[in-house]
């Protein structure tokens, strides 16, 4: 949702340049542009009779983005103080906090400079709040979301479309001028003696650290699981696309769309969209480009890629929305919920490898953005000017700094919230979120967020119940017991 952090295939916190970026302040107006085609150029656009984007071949292309870096130099300089495994969001902001304090980093990376191919979207004030508001290269002033096809809430709450050169750009500088080394290479190992660990790279590189800390998503292997990792899953699929026109209100993105008229004449899409629902996500530039996401909030097991690119070719013929170009296509699965790695231990995490993304919704990029400084101050704590902390009380430390027990408390209830979802059919969900969204803006600003207490998601709760339908509450009386359990002994646990 927030136009989704993990693809299919293996990432660095996700992503691809396919269209022009601009380093200017934020936008309002459509950010693209695009060579006008010559005529001597014979360019065949695979239009079908109702512009069926599956018919039409992306024209991703991506060009990495350019930056003197400093080159760590495995022969001289082999040991730091922290080596991170990944140049996505997550991986950059931690190195450039923690070397502002003179601590050693090094980020390993197969292609340090490559862009990240994903869309990012995120509510205005969570990246202002963090002072990167001139990373966003598109905002509305408003969303809104689609209940049913007589239901439509509108949230007063600013919504943008991050620019990845541009936040990738003010990482990127932020390191360098803070001292940080880059090593081009894939970690293929890592391995831990008392008080230092060492990666080994595909090209043979040995680098040796007092930590290391993993940020290359959620297909890493180096953090430890000792519980069965029983996730939720988001899927979907997205298009950067040029469209001849489209419905979409150019002041307000659509955060979801969870209506099914547009299956009326697809009997079986519509029965399996009835049990597991999708929503149409979409990000209007103007009246002829617009990002467009069918997806799964979430599912267990995952839903088909397939079926998702079918229920978005049906959704968009019915809403007649023919596609001319696809400039960008993305498809995205990110594990939602499940048990945190094993605390602590001596590989650490940060993003989709300490499961901050949040249980209930899929966001993660400004959480991790928010906590990366968190987890920063501890590493300073620890390896920063005089201080010799190693080995397992570093563990220690770092672990618990990212994840203190009231953070394991609330996302305990946030997983209860996926857990929930993942009961609902389409007519629950509906109804969940029409609740959801009469709360009172402090609680869903605050849900979307994870910024609320225990006490505040208490209180969310009962306001939610408060608020529901007779449907919804019996939904959640008949069908929520068993998560419910599992949260309290999990909270039990956790607090002991």
């Known amino acids: 949702m927030e136009a989704l952090t993990t693809p299919l295939t293996p990432l660095s916190l996700t992503h691809k340049p396919y269209y022009y970026y601009s380093s200017s302040p934020p936008l309002t107006t459509c950010p ?86 994903n869309n990012y979207g995120a509510w205005v004030d969570e990246l202002s709040s963090l002072g990167l508001e001139s990373c966003f290269d598109k905002t509305w002033p408003m969303a809104c979301v689609h209940v049913n ?46 008080f230092e660990s060492f990666v080994v790279c595909d090209d043979g590189s040995e680098l040796k650290a007092s930590l290391i800390v993993d940020a290359s998503g959620f297909a890493s292997s180096f953090v430890e699981y000792d519980k069965p990792r029983n996730h939720g899953y988001q899927i979907a699929h997205g298009i950067l696309a040029e469209v001849e026109e489209h419905p979409f209100d150019l002041d307000k ?24 629902p999708t929503f149409l996500y979409a990000m209007p530039f103007d009246s002829n480009m617009v990002f467009l996401e069918e997806t799964s909030l979430v599912s267990r097991p995952v839903l088909s890629y397939k079926e998702i690119k079918s229920r978005m070719a049906a959704r968009l013929r019915h809403m007649g929305i023919k596609v001319t170009r696809v400039i960008e296509s993305e498809k995205c699965l990110i594990p939602m919920g499940g048990p945190l790695p094993v605390i602590p231990q001596p590989v650490m995490g940060i993003g989709g490898t300490a499961g901050l ?4 919704t899929g966001y993660m990029v400004a959480r991790t953005l928010v906590l990366a400084p968190v987890l920063a101050q501890v590493i300073v704590e620890c390896l920063g000017s005089n201080r010799m902390v190693r080995g397992q009380p570093l563990y220690h430390r770092v672990w618990n700094g990212l994840w203190p027990v009231e953070r394991r408390l609330t996302r305990e209830y946030y997983t209860f919230g996926m857990e929930t979802l993942l009961k609902l059919d ?42 529901a339908s007779n449907a919804t509450r019996y939904d959640i009386v008949t069908k929520c017991p068993v998560p419910l359990v599992k949260m309290i002994g999990n909270l039990v646990v956790e607090s002991i």
């Not at 502002?100 to 197969?110: A, E, F, H, L, T």
């Open 426 to 467: 389409l007519k629950g969900t509906r109804s969940f979120f029409d609740a959801f969204f009469d709360l009172n803006p402090e609680y869903w600003h605050g849900f979307l967020s994870s910024r609320l207490s225990l006490m505040e998601l208490a209180m969310l709760s009962m306001r939610l119940f408060g608020h």
């Open 253 to 276: 993105m659509l955060l979801m769309d969870w209506r099914d008229s547009h299956l009326g004449n697809e009997p079986d899409l519509r029965a399996r969209n009835l049990k597991i």
């Open 357 to 360: 993304a949040h249980p209930s």
């Open 32 to 117: 693209f542009i695009f060579q006008k085609t010559h005529k001597h150029i014979n360019h065949k656009l695979h239009v079908s009779k109702y512009g069926n984007f599956l018919d039409l071949i992306p024209e991703n292309k991506s060009t990495p983005i350019k930056f003197d870096i400093d080159w760590l130099d495995p022969k001289h300089k082999a040991r730091v103080d922290v080596i991170i495994i990944g140049t996505g969001p997550a991986g950059l902001c931690l190195a450039e906090r923690v070397s502002r304090y003179g601590v050693q980093v090094c980020c390993v990376d197969p292609d340090p400079l490559s862009m990240w191919p």
């Open 149 to 194: 096809d007589d239901k439509t809430k509108f949230l007063d709450r600013a919504y943008g479309r991050i620019n990845r050169k541009v936040l990738k750009m003010e990482l990127i500088s932020g390191c360098v001028r803070n001292g940080v080394k880059f090593h081009k290479g894939k970690v293929w190992k890592v391995n831990h003696q008392e």
